[in-house]
């Protein structure tokens, strides 16, 4: 497609499911990033995937938190268990390898646990 | 902690005024990206600068780099309302690294 597609672009769900957010970048782009970005503030570095590259899991707030990109294009991000403090807008962003054009953002996944 | 830190937090102008907004980091980086968020989603990628340059134009913007004083700046100048949004600096350390984003800065253009 055109641009960065999410999925769902709204999900609420009860503490304690487990939750799955899927992102489509854009076709050829070889790097793939998610962020998570909590009312009013600036966007938390989740996951990062670059082609054939193990994933930079570094920002990952706990082992209730994973994620897979399945043939170098389609990622899915879980949330195990989730908690309230997990409610926020999940962003995907997707690039090509040298992104001299810097990355696409989709419109985001807003979760909300009650 | 956010590697970019916007000054300042949020800004509210008259049409057709200018806005400045400041983004400083810590650490060296390979280029330092503005994007643009309007109502709390997705980001649009505005303008890219690389550690080697020091101005970038695009449009009414303009964006400079100090390397020297780890800080970059956003103008925007004769401001519509449509500016209207909040603008978020990002810094890359290596080329096709992950960024890493500032808290923001909240611009409010009064028509």
């Known amino acids: 497609g055109a641009g960065v597609s999410q999925s769902p672009s709204n999900k609420v769900t009860e503490k304690g499911k487990d939750v799955e957010l899927r992102c489509d970048p854009i076709?050829?782009?070889?790097?793939l990033y998610w962020y998570r970005q909590s009312l009013g503030q600036g966007l938390e570095f989740l996951i990062y995937?670059?082609?054939?590259?193990?994933?930079?899991k570094s920002g990952l707030p706990s082992d209730r938190f994973s994620a897979e990109r399945t043939g170098g294009s389609v990622s899915t991000l879980t949330i195990q268990r989730t908690q309230q403090e997990d409610s926020a807008v999940y962003l995907c962003a997707s690039s090509a390898d040298r992104p001299r054009g810097g990355y696409t953002f989709g419109s985001g996944t807003r979760l909300t646990v009650v | 902690s956010q590697q970019g830190e916007e000054d300042p937090q949020a800004l509210s102008i008259q049409e057709g005024e200018n806005a400045t907004m400041n983004c400083s980091y810590k650490t060296s980086i390979n280029n330092l990206q503005w994007y643009r968020q309007n109502s709390g989603r997705g980001l649009v990628h505005l303008i890219l600068i690389r550690s080697n340059e020091r101005e970038k134009h695009s449009g009414r913007l303009r964006v400079t780099l100090d390397t020297s004083k780890k800080s970059s700046s956003l103008l925007i100048t004769a401001s519509r309302a449509a500016d209207t949004a909040s603008y978020f600096c990002?810094?890359?350390?290596?080329?096709?690294?992950?960024?890493?984003f500032g808290g923001g800065t909240r611009v409010l253009v009064k028509p």
């Open positions: 990002a810094t890359e350390k290596a080329a096709g690294n992950k960024l890493t």
């Open positions: 995937f670059q082609g054939n590259s193990a994933p930079d």
């Open positions: 076709s050829g782009h070889t790097a």
